[in-house]
C-alpha cells in the first residue's frame, strides 16, 4: 500500500510539508507498530512537521522500485529484509542517486553491522527496541541530513575507533625528550645563529661529529631545516630571547 508524493522533494521543515516515509519490514504487526508511533509524533507551530506514511512493503527485493516512485524523505529499512536485505536496500539506493535518506532497523546491533550500514550508505542505526522518541527523532535528524546511530552501539564504535587511532603527537616541549644531552647542546648553539664550525670548536669536537648531531636533531623533531630548528628552540623555550 502506498501513496504518490504531492509535493516536489525538498527539506520538509523548510517546506512545511509532512515529512514522508516508506516502511519496509516483512513483519506486518512490525510496520503497524512503526506507523503507529510515526503518525501519532505531534507537529505543532514551527516546530518537528507531522511524519506520514507514504507507503510500505515487506520485501526487500520491491523496496528500491517503491522508493523511486514514491520519492520518500527516508526510507525506514529491516537489516533483516527477505530477497534483498537492508544492506542491499541502502546500497542500492545511494547507487540510484535517489534524494531518499535510509534509516536501518535491526534487533542486535553489532558493531560489524553498524560498520556495514555506514559503508552501504545508510544515514542511520536505530535498535528495535529503542524508545518511540527515539526513532522519531532519528527520523527526523536523518530527513534534515544527520546521521544517527543508536547510542549503546555509538558507545561501542567510539571505543574502536580511539583504539585504531593513531597516538596524538606529542607537544613541542616533549619533543625534546627524544633528544640526548650532547644534541640539546647542539640545538641551543643553531638557535644562537652558530655555525657548524663554531659549535665544534665550542664543544671541542670535530665539525663533522657536529654535522651529524644537527642531522640527528633535525630527525628526531621530524624538521626540515635548521631554520625550523632555531624556532622550535624557542617556542619550547629551551633558548629565551636575549640570552
Known amino acids: ?3 504518490p508524493p504531492s509535493r516536489a522533494h525538498g527539506d520538509p521543515v523548510r517546506n512545511r510539508r509532512p515529512l514522508r516515509v516508506l516502511l519496509a519490514d516483512a513483519a506486518p504487526m512490525q510496520r503497524s507498530g512503526l506507523r503507529a508511533i510515526l ?3 505531534p507537529a505543532a507551530g514551527d516546530g518537528p512537521v507531522e511524519i506520514v506514511v507514504a507507503g ?3 520485501d526487500g527485493g520491491e523496496t528500491v522500485d517503491l522508493a523511486r516512485r514514491l520519492l520518500p524523505d527516508v526510507l525506514i529499512a529491516d537489516f533483516a529484509l527477505p530477497r534483498v536485505d537492508g ?3 541502502a546500497r542500492a539506493v545511494a547507487a540510484t542517486g535517489l534524494p531518499v535518506r535510509v534509516l536501518l532497523l535491526t534487533e542486535q546491533g553489532t558493531d560489524e553491522d553498524v560498520l556495514a550500514a555506514i559503508s552501504a550508505g545508510a544515514a542511520g542505526f536505530v535498535l528495535k527496541n529503542a524508545p518511540a522518541e527515539e526513532l522519531v527523532a532519528a527520523v527526523r535528524a536523518v530527513a534534515a541530513g544527520g546521521a544517527v546511530i543508536a547510542p549503546p552501539v555509538l558507545a561501542r564504535i567510539l571505543v574502536r575507533v580511539a583504539e585504531a587511532l ?3 603527537e606529542t607537544t613541542a616541549a616533549g619533543k625534546l625528550d627524544t633528544l640526548t644531552e650532547r644534541e640539546r647542546e647542539v ?3 643553531v638557535a ?3 655555525s657548524n664550525a663554531e659549535i665544534a670548536a665550542a664543544l671541542q669536537v670535530s665539525e663533522t661529529t657536529i654535522k651529524t648531531h644537527v642531522g640527528h636533531v633535525l630527525t628526531k623533531l621530524r624538521l626540515r631545516d635548521r631554520t625550523q630548528a632555531v624556532v622550535l628552540a624557542y617556542e ?3 633558548v629565551k630571547p636575549g640570552v
Do not use: D, K
Open 1 to 3: 500500500m502506498h501513496s
Open 166 to 168: 593513531p597516538a596524538p
Open 187 to 189: 640545538l641551543i648553539h
Open 192 to 194: 644562537r645563529g652558530h
Open 87 to 89: 544492506l542491499g536496500v
Open 56 to 58: 510500505e512493503t515487506g
Open 39 to 41: 503518525t501519532a509524533a
Open 236 to 238: 619550547t623555550g629551551l
